[in-house]
């Protein structure tokens, strides 16, 4: 499990603006979508590729800190090709769903999904989406840069090859952030993946957490405020740099 349906993204500093927020759905799909739009724009949009469970209440409440920062947010889901309605809280069986999922179909929704926000975006995931974010960092999707989240960079079970062996495709900016205590994501292929970044000449910077777990950036583990901080403040960063 990434996030669990208490999890809450950490909030640190006051909003710059106000916000609206809007929900619609996918053209590719039919799967939910929601929008948060800061009422004074001052920076790029944010493209939410969410963890294995979907389009819940974590990653809205993120769209939502994002555009407090001036930058207009968008998280999509998943399952629309498979689901039967747009519920995905504790009783969601995502299990079901997840092996139906394919790379294709979610860069064609992550496409349509920038698409409605419109303007220059980065894309952020998160575990799973935070793997298929750095894969966004293809030029064929447009982005400015890609953050993400503990995704496994490497080769990952029966998800075959990962953004380290496609690396000499990638060529947007990339921020990774990960637990140095996350079993799942060793040193070994946090390394690997900078070597493969380095080769092909991508502008890159992997930071990891000594002590963190996996899913960390969590308003609940209090215990780790200090890099879910940190983290904020690269991500806000890197934004203002890539907008």
């Known amino acids: 499990m990434c996030y669990d349906s208490d999890a809450r993204p950490p909030a640190f500093g006051a909003p710059v603006t106000g916000t609206t927020t809007s929900a619609s759905h996918l053209s590719t799909s039919g799967g939910p979508v929601f929008i948060a739009r800061p009422d004074v724009v001052s920076g790029p949009g944010v493209v939410i590729l969410p963890d294995f469970r979907g389009l819940h209440d974590f990653y ?5 800190r994002l555009a407090e920062q001036g930058h207009p947010a968008v998280a999509f889901d998943y399952f629309g090709r498979t689901a039967a309605d747009d519920d995905r809280g504790s009783g969601f069986a995502f299990m079901e769903h997840l092996p139906k999922l394919t790379r294709e179909g979610i860069q064609a929704d992550m496409a349509d999904a920038a698409a409605q926000l419109g303007g220059p975006a980065v894309a952020m995931g998160f575990c799973m989406g935070g793997r298929n974010a750095f894969f966004a960092a293809e030029p064929r999707f447009g982005f400015r840069g890609v953050i993400g989240f503990y995704g496994a960079p490497g080769i990952a ?7 380290t062996q ?6 947007a900016p990339i921020l990774g952030l990960f637990g140095g205590a996350d079993q799942g994501i060793p040193q070994s292929m946090i390394d690997e993946f900078g070597d493969a970044l380095t080769t092909a000449g991508v502008e890159h910077e992997l930071v990891v957490y000594p002590g963190a777990p996996h899913s960390f950036f969590d308003g609940q583990m209090e215990q780790y405020a200090e890099a879910s901080a940190d983290a904020w403040k690269r991500v806000l960063a890197f934004l203002a740099e890539h907008g």
């Open 60 to 64: 809205k409440q993120l769209a939502v």
């Open 157 to 163: 079970g029966p998800y075959g090859p990962g953004p």
């Open 166 to 171: 496609h690396a000499a495709e990638l060529e």
